[in-house]
């Protein structure tokens, strides 16, 4: 089947080939309503598609930005890609992803825009990006960082106040009646990890509530990032106390699921 072409469209509408340029564009004030009615009419049943790729040529701009998660077998990073993707075709954008996984040096890649020029922009969740390593980036590609970690660089971060939510759903769980409440998600080797700081409200609820925690009710996890794996093996130890918990508290819900 021949390509449809800005010709065949404008000999459809009885137009020029501007008028249906201007239409195609949303460029405002420049058509009449009337014709530019003609013109989508036009365009709907020829079954026109703009090239894309020439577009681009002309304006300079790809209009695709890159997902960088650690892992998109987690839930929560799936439903991140997912809610990004949406977001980004209402506005006319592609999204590219990238799986860093427990690698520091693929992340500083990704805030690089992954050595991809058609890459205009960074959305990453970091896991062991720190603070020197962001210094050294050497393309400023603009960055959204996921999570709470703290950065002094010039990005934008979205995050919440994770030690405030977890002291809150471990208070429930005091207010239920446990009293050997088990914590699953601890990571020692990341520093300044978001999971240190729901450690820290976990801790605080306890506190609130006057109960000592045992420490072996907070398994360091071996593996990283989470992974069902590690939620199955953390609970393997934790149900092996001599004192087993009463109820477990899962950081993450791929840690819960294994």
């Known amino acids: 089947m021949p390509t449809v072409t800005l010709r065949d469209v404008a000999a459809r509408a009885g137009v020029s080939m501007k008028t249906v340029s201007n239409v195609v564009h949303n460029v405002d004030g420049k058509v009449s309503p009337q014709t530019a009615d003609r013109v989508r009419q036009a365009i709907e049943e020829l079954g026109y598609r703009p090239n894309l790729s020439a577009r681009r040529l002309r304006s300079g701009r790809s209009r695709v930005i890159a997902l960088a998660v650690p892992d998109l077998r987690n839930p929560y990073f799936a439903d991140v890609a997912a809610?990004?993707?949406?977001?980004?075709?209402?506005?006319?954008?592609?999204?590219?992803?990238?799986?860093?996984?427990?690698?520091?040096?693929?992340?500083?890649?990704?805030?690089?825009?992954l050595n991809d020029p058609m890459i205009e922009g960074v959305i990453m969740a970091p896991l062991h990006l720190d603070q020197?390593?962001?210094?050294?980036?050497?393309?400023?590609?603009?960055?959204?960082?996921?999570?709470?970690?703290?950065?002094?660089?010039?990005?934008?971060?979205?995050?919440?106040?994770?030690?405030?939510?977890?002291?809150?759903?471990?208070?429930h769980l005091l207010d239920q009646g446990y009293r050997r409440i088990a914590v699953i998600g601890r990571q020692d080797d990341v520093p300044d990890a978001t999971a240190g700081q729901r450690i820290d409200g976990y801790r605080r609820a306890h506190k609130e509530a006057g109960i000592v925690v045992d420490p072996r009710l907070e398994p360091s996890l071996r593996r990283s990032p989470y992974s069902r794996a590690a939620g199955a093996e953390c609970t393997a130890a934790l149900l092996a106390l001599p004192q087993p918990p009463d109820a477990v508290f899962c950081l993450a819900d791929v840690l819960a699921f294994g």
Do not use: K, M, S
Not at 95 to 113: K, N
Not at 143 to 160: M, N, P, Q, T, W
């Open 83 to 113: 809610a990004t993707i949406e977001a980004a075709r209402h506005r006319g954008y592609n999204v590219f992803i990238e799986q860093t996984g427990d690698d520091a040096e693929a992340e500083l890649r990704a805030t690089e825009g």
């Open 132 to 171: 020197r390593q962001l210094a050294t980036r050497e393309i400023p590609v603009p960055l959204v960082l996921l999570g709470h970690r703290e950065h002094d660089i010039a990005c934008d971060r979205v995050g919440f106040d994770n030690a405030e939510a977890t002291r809150q759903i471990t208070a």
